[in-house]
C-alpha cells in the first residue's frame, strides 16, 4: 500500500511529524514501512502561464503539425515551439522556462527548433509524472494565479510510504487505516471521513441477497452523468502516487474511494442492467466475460452479482464487460458491498484473479462503510459532472459484532510487565472498541478491525500500541530438561547408522503423483488424496518414500552424478481413515471422545526409512545385496536383528528382490527394480531402492530394553571360510542364522561371501561361502577353538538345512 504524506495528512491535520519521522512511527506500532519515496524534489522553475497567441506553422505539414505561441510567465513574453493541438490561445498552462528541470533531469534551455526560436517548454500532465501517458498539453483551471510555482499549485513535491501489508492488518489497504494508526502513534486528533451522513433509503434500484456470502448491499444511483468530463488534477495525482493508473472519471472516483477508505466500489452502467440485482452463487453452465476480457466457466462455489440476464461480476473480485461503463453512459448503479472473505478468497483463486477488490475483501473491510463510501463517491461524481443522486437502496443482514471479555490485567500478564486499566482501556478505545466494564472488560470490537476475535488480539493491540520496545527482554528460567525419549534416540541411532554406511539424507515433500504410484504398483496403499493440492499433478500424499527417492535420484544423475546413495526417514499416509459426523468447535478444547475420533480420522501415518542406489558403490555396480546389509546394519545398531527372506513385490525383479523379516514378519523390502519400471520412470538400470518401517524397528529396540555397549576385545579376531552346498531353495539368511546359532559366543560375524551354481555340485543345488570371524574378549584364541566353533557351526547346518561342507 503506497500512501501519500499529504493525503494521510487530511486525516490528522494537527500531525506535524515528516514522513521519516511518521514511517518510524508506523514501524514501531507493528506495521512494515518498507520505504519512503520522495517526489517532485527534481521539479523546479516551472510556472503558470498564458497562452498569448498561437501560429501554425503550415511549412511542415502534412507531416507533422508544429504550432509557434507566445506564452507570458508573468514576468515576459516568451516565444515557444510546440506540437500539441489541444490548447488556444488564452489557456493557462504549466510552462517550464530556461533551465528549469523535469522529472527524470530533463534540463529545458533556450534552444533552436523549426527555424524558430524555443525560449521554454508547455508542460502535459506525462512530463510533470502526473500520469503515465498523455494526450495533449495539461490545460490548468482558468482561476489558477498567473506566474505562480507549478509544483506548490498542482501538489507535485510529496513524499509516499510505501507499506507491506500483512494478512491481519487489512484496514490498512486504505489511507484511512493507516492514517488511524498514525494518529494514536503520535497522540493527535483523527478526523474520520468513513463518518458522514447518509441520505434515507427510498426509490432505490431492487436488490436481493439469496446467499449469506453477501450480507450488505448499498446500491446508489445517478443520472445525467457525463462520460466525457474529466477527473480533477488533485484525484489523478493522488491516484498516481498511490500506484495507480487514471483512467475514467467513475473508473478514478471508485479508485480513489477504496484507496482512502478501504471499501472496494463497482460502477455498472444503469441502462444496461436488466431487472432486479441478486447476489447468489453461480449455477451449472453459465459463463461470465470479466472486465479483462476473459470468458470464464463459473464454479457453482462463486459468489455473484446478477440479473435477470445472468452473471454481471464475481463478487468483490472483477466485474463483467457487459455492464461495464462506455463513453455513451448517462446513468450509473455505484455498488458497495460486504462480501464474505473466505468466498472472495476462492472464486479469486480459483479464477487467478487478484485483483484490488479482492486483496481488500480477503484480509476484511469495514463492514460499517458501505453506505458512507458509497456517500462519498456519489458526492465526487456530482461535483465533477453535474450528476443527479436519484435512488438509495441499503439491503443489511449484518450479524451483531461479538462481545469480548478480556481481564484488565492480561496485557501484564502476558507482556510480563504492568498496564494500569486507565492505558489497557485508553488503547483498545484508540483502536475504536468500545469498552464497558472494569477488573473484567467488555469489548465490542468496530467493524473496521474483523481480527478481533477474542481476548489474545486485544492484548496483542494493547502491547503493541504501547510498544512492543517497552516489553521487557529477560530469558524465562528454563524447565529441567527431560531430554530425548527413548523412540527419539533411537531414531537418531538410526539415521547416523545410514549415514554411516556411506548414503547422503534427503528431506523431501510429501507430495506425488498417482502416475508415479500406479508405475511402482504402490496403488493398493489407498494414498489419500490433497483436496487443495500445491500441484495438480502431485496431489497425492505419498503411500511410500520410494517415490520421492526415485525422483530425487533421477534429478541428480541428470545433473552428472551418476553414482548415487541416498536415504531419507519420514512418514507415509495410507488408507483414509474414518470421516468424523462432526467437528469439534475450536472454543473449548476437544473431548476424549473427540480426540479419539479425530484420530480415527486420520490415514495410518507409520515412519519409514527408504534408501535408492544407483551407479558404483565401493568400487563396483551397486547390488541389492548392498541395500540388505544397509538394512541389516541399522537394526544391529538398534540392537535387533533382522533376517532375510525371498520376497515378489512390485516394483522389483522378481529374483531380485528380498523381504526384511523380525521375529518372521516382513517389515521392509530390498530389491533391483524390475527394468519396465527403471525405463518407465527414466531410471538408470539396475537401480536399487529399499524401504523399512522404522516404528517397528524402533518399537523393538525399545521392548528389548535399554542397548548395552557392546565389548571391545583387545585380542586379534581368527577368521574362517567354510562353502556349504545346499538346496537352491535354502535361504542364504537361514543358513546363516544356523552357523550364528551353532558357532556360539566365540563368534563375531558371518557373512556370504560368495554363491556357486554348477554342474558339478549337482541339480537343485549351490553353494554359499561364508566368513566366520570369531573373537574373545579376553584372551587370543588358539587353532582348536577356532577349528571347535567352526565345525560346531557346519554341524548345525547340516542339521537344519541338510548343509554339506563343500569339498569333504
Given amino acids: 500500500?503506497?500512501?501519500?504524506?499529504?493525503?494521510?495528512?487530511?486525516?490528522?491535520?494537527?500531525?506535524?511529524?515528516?514522513?521519516?519521522?511518521?514511517?518510524?512511527?508506523?514501524?514501531?506500532?507493528?506495521?512494515?514501512?518498507?520505504?519512503?519515496?520522495?517526489?517532485?524534489?527534481?521539479?523546479?522553475?516551472?510556472?503558470?502561464?498564458?497562452?498569448?497567441?498561437?501560429?501554425?506553422?503550415?511549412?511542415?505539414?502534412?507531416?507533422?503539425?508544429?504550432?509557434?505561441?507566445?506564452?507570458?510567465?508573468?514576468?515576459?513574453?516568451h516565444d515557444v515551439v510546440c506540437g500539441a493541438q489541444n490548447f488556444v490561445a488564452g489557456d493557462l498552462v504549466p510552462f517550464a522556462l530556461p533551465g528549469a528541470s523535469l522529472p527524470g533531469g530533463f534540463e529545458i534551455a533556450t534552444r533552436q527548433t523549426y527555424g524558430r526560436t524555443s525560449d521554454g517548454m508547455i508542460c502535459s500532465e506525462a512530463e510533470l509524472r502526473l500520469a503515465?501517458?498523455?494526450?495533449?498539453?495539461?490545460?490548468?483551471?482558468?482561476?489558477?494565479?498567473?506566474?505562480?510555482?507549478?509544483?506548490?499549485?498542482?501538489?507535485?513535491?510529496?513524499?509516499?510510504?510505501?507499506?507491506?501489508?500483512?494478512?491481519?492488518?487489512?484496514?490498512?489497504?486504505?489511507?484511512?487505516?493507516?492514517?488511524?494508526?498514525?494518529?494514536?502513534?503520535?497522540?493527535?486528533?483523527?478526523?474520520?471521513?468513513?463518518?458522514?451522513?447518509?441520505?434515507?433509503?427510498?426509490?432505490?434500484?431492487?436488490?436481493?441477497?439469496?446467499?449469506?456470502?453477501?450480507?450488505?448491499?448499498?446500491?446508489?444511483?445517478?443520472?445525467?452523468?457525463?462520460?466525457?468530463?474529466?477527473?480533477?488534477?488533485?484525484?489523478?495525482?493522488?491516484?498516481?502516487?498511490?500506484?495507480?493508473?487514471?483512467?475514467?472519471?467513475?473508473?478514478?472516483?471508485?479508485?480513489?474511494?477504496?484507496?482512502?477508505?478501504?471499501?472496494?466500489?463497482?460502477?455498472?452502467?444503469?441502462?444496461?442492467?436488466?431487472?432486479?440485482?441478486?447476489?447468489?452463487?453461480?449455477?451449472?453452465?453459465?459463463?461470465?466475460?470479466?472486465?479483462?476480457?476473459?470468458?470464464?466457466?463459473?464454479?457453482?462455489?462463486?459468489?455473484?452479482?446478477?440479473?435477470?440476464?445472468?452473471?454481471?461480476?464475481?463478487?468483490?473480485?472483477?466485474?463483467?464487460?457487459?455492464?461495464?461503463?462506455?463513453?455513451?453512459?448517462?446513468?450509473?448503479?455505484?455498488?458497495?458491498?460486504?462480501?464474505?472473505?473466505?468466498?472472495?478468497?476462492r472464486t479469486a483463486r480459483r479464477h487467478r484473479l487478484p485483483s484490488e477488490a479482492s486483496k481488500r475483501f480477503e484480509r476484511g473491510v469495514d463492514q460499517d462503510l458501505a453506505a458512507a463510501a458509497a456517500e462519498v463517491a456519489v458526492q465526487l461524481l456530482v461535483a465533477a459532472t453535474g450528476a443527479k443522486a436519484v435512488g438509495v437502496t441499503d439491503v443489511d443482514n449484518r450479524a451483531p459484532r461479538p462481545l469480548l471479555r478480556l481481564p484488565v490485567d492480561k496485557p501484564g500478564q502476558v507482556a510480563g510487565r504492568s498496564y494500569t486499566p486507565e492505558q489497557v482501556t485508553r488503547r483498545l478505545r484508540e483502536v475504536g472498541c468500545v469498552v464497558e466494564g472494569d477488573a473484567v472488560l467488555q469489548v465490542t470490537p468496530p467493524g473496521w478491525r474483523p481480527d478481533l476475535t477474542g481476548a489474545a488480539e486485544l492484548v496483542e493491540e494493547v502491547i503493541r500500541l504501547e510498544g512492543y520496545d517497552t516489553v521487557p527482554v529477560a530469558l524465562p528460567t528454563a524447565p529441567a530438561g527431560r531430554g530425548l525419549t527413548e523412540g527419539q534416540r533411537r531414531r537418531r541411532t538410526a539415521s547416523r547408522a545410514l549415514a554411516s554406511a556411506g548414503l547422503v539424507e534427503v528431506v523431501l515433500p510429501p507430495f506425488v503423483s498417482a502416475t508415479t504410484v500406479e508405475a511402482l504398483g504402490q496403488a493398493h496403499h489407498a494414498a489419500p488424496t490433497v483436496l487443495n493440492p500445491l500441484s495438480e499433478e502431485e496431489a497425492l500424499l505419498r503411500p511410500s518414500l520410494l517415490p520421492g527417492l526415485l525422483a530425487a535420484l533421477l534429478r541428480n544423475v541428470g545433473r552428472g552424478l551418476p553414482d548415487v546413495a541416498l536415504y531419507e526417514i519420514g512418514s507415509v499416509f495410507r488408507g483414509v481413515g474414518i470421516p468424523v459426523a462432526e467437528v469439534?468447535?475450536?472454543?473449548?478444547?476437544?473431548?476424549?471422545?473427540?480426540?479419539?475420533?479425530?484420530?480415527?480420522?486420520?490415514?495410518?501415518?507409520?515412519?519409514?526409512?527408504?534408501?535408492?542406489?544407483?551407479?558404483?558403490?565401493?568400487?563396483?555396480?551397486?547390488?541389492?545385496?548392498?541395500?540388505?546389509?544397509?538394512?541389516?546394519?541399522?537394526?544391529?545398531?538398534?540392537?535387533?536383528?533382522?533376517?532375510?527372506?525371498?520376497?515378489?513385490?512390485?516394483?522389483?525383479?522378481?529374483?531380485?528382490?528380498?523381504?526384511?523379516?523380525?521375529?518372521?514378519?516382513?517389515?521392509?523390502?530390498?530389491?533391483?527394480?524390475?527394468?519396465?519400471?527403471?525405463?518407465?520412470?527414466?531410471?538408470?538400470?539396475?537401480?536399487?531402492a529399499a524401504e523399512i518401517d522404522l516404528d517397528a524397528l524402533v518399537g523393538a529396540a525399545v521392548a528389548m530394553g535399554p542397548a548395552t555397549a557392546p565389548v571391545v576385545s583387545a585380542y586379534p579376531p581368527s577368521s574362517v571360510d567354510v562353502a556349504l552346498v545346499v538346496d537352491g531353495s535354502v535361504l542364504s539368511g537361514d543358513v546363516a542364522a544356523s552357523l550364528r546359532a551353532g558357532a556360539g559366543a566365540l563368534l563375531e560375524s558371518v557373512r556370504l561371501f560368495d554363491v556357486y551354481t554348477g554342474p558339478q555340485l549337482g541339480e537343485g543345488k549351490r553353494s554359499l561361502a561364508y566368513a566366520l570371524r570369531f573373537r574373545a574378549p579376553d584372551r587370543t584364541l588358539t587353532d582348536p577353538e577356532v577349528l571347535g566353533a567352526r565345525d560346531a557351526a557346519v554341524a548345525q547346518a547340516a542339521t537344519d538345512h541338510g548343509a554339506v561342507l563343500r569339498g569333504a
Fill in 132 to 345: 503515465e501517458t498523455s494526450a495533449g498539453i495539461l490545460v490548468l483551471p482558468p482561476d489558477s494565479p498567473l506566474g505562480v510555482d507549478v509544483v506548490e499549485l498542482l501538489g507535485l513535491r510529496d513524499e509516499v510510504l510505501d507499506i507491506a501489508v500483512t494478512p491481519d492488518r487489512g484496514y490498512t489497504l486504505s489511507v484511512r487505516g493507516v492514517a488511524r494508526e498514525a494518529a494514536t502513534a503520535f497522540g493527535v486528533a483523527f478526523e474520520d471521513a468513513g463518518l458522514r451522513d447518509v441520505p434515507a433509503v427510498g426509490e432505490g434500484y431492487e436488490v436481493r441477497l439469496e446467499d449469506p456470502g453477501c450480507d450488505r448491499y448499498v446500491a446508489r444511483t445517478l443520472t445525467g452523468f457525463d462520460p466525457s468530463a474529466p477527473s480533477p488534477a488533485w484525484m489523478k495525482r493522488r491516484l498516481v502516487l498511490a500506484g495507480m493508473r487514471p483512467i475514467s472519471l467513475a473508473v478514478d472516483v471508485t479508485n480513489h474511494v477504496m484507496l482512502d477508505l478501504g471499501q472496494p466500489l463497482h460502477a455498472f452502467d444503469l441502462a444496461t442492467l436488466q431487472g432486479p440485482v441478486v447476489v447468489r452463487r453461480a449455477r451449472p453452465g453459465e459463463r461470465l466475460t470479466t472486465l479483462d476480457d476473459q470468458d470464464r466457466a463459473l464454479h457453482p462455489g462463486d459468489l455473484l452479482i446478477t440479473d435477470d440476464s445472468g452473471p454481471l461480476g464475481l463478487a468483490g473480485v472483477m466485474g463483467g464487460a457487459s455492464t461495464e461503463i462506455s463513453p455513451s453512459t448517462t446513468s450509473i448503479l455505484i455498488e458497495a458491498a460486504h462480501f464474505e472473505p473466505a468466498s472472495v478468497t
Fill in 1 to 77: 500500500m503506497r500512501v501519500p504524506v499529504s493525503w494521510l495528512r487530511t486525516y490528522v491535520p494537527t500531525l506535524t511529524a515528516t514522513a521519516d519521522e511518521i514511517a518510524t512511527a508506523l514501524i514501531r506500532a507493528g506495521l512494515e514501512v518498507e520505504q519512503v519515496h520522495r517526489y517532485g524534489e527534481d521539479v523546479r522553475n516551472v510556472v503558470v502561464g498564458r497562452v498569448v497567441d498561437v501560429e501554425e506553422l503550415t511549412e511542415f505539414l502534412p507531416k507533422k503539425t508544429i504550432r509557434f505561441c507566445h506564452v507570458d510567465s508573468g514576468t515576459r513574453v
Fill in 584 to 688: 469439534p468447535k475450536t472454543s473449548q478444547r476437544p473431548s476424549a471422545d473427540e480426540l479419539v475420533a479425530l484420530d480415527a480420522a486420520l490415514p495410518a501415518q507409520p515412519r519409514m526409512a527408504g534408501l535408492v542406489l544407483a551407479g558404483r558403490r565401493g568400487g563396483r555396480p551397486a547390488e541389492v545385496t548392498d541395500a540388505v546389509e544397509v538394512l541389516v546394519s541399522v537394526a544391529a545398531s538398534l540392537g535387533v536383528q533382522l533376517t532375510v527372506g525371498r520376497e515378489t513385490q512390485a516394483p522389483f525383479h522378481p529374483g531380485r528382490c528380498a523381504a526384511m523379516l523380525l521375529d518372521g514378519s516382513a517389515i521392509g523390502v530390498a530389491g533391483e527394480l524390475h527394468p519396465r519400471v527403471a525405463a518407465l520412470l527414466g531410471l538408470p538400470a539396475r537401480t536399487v
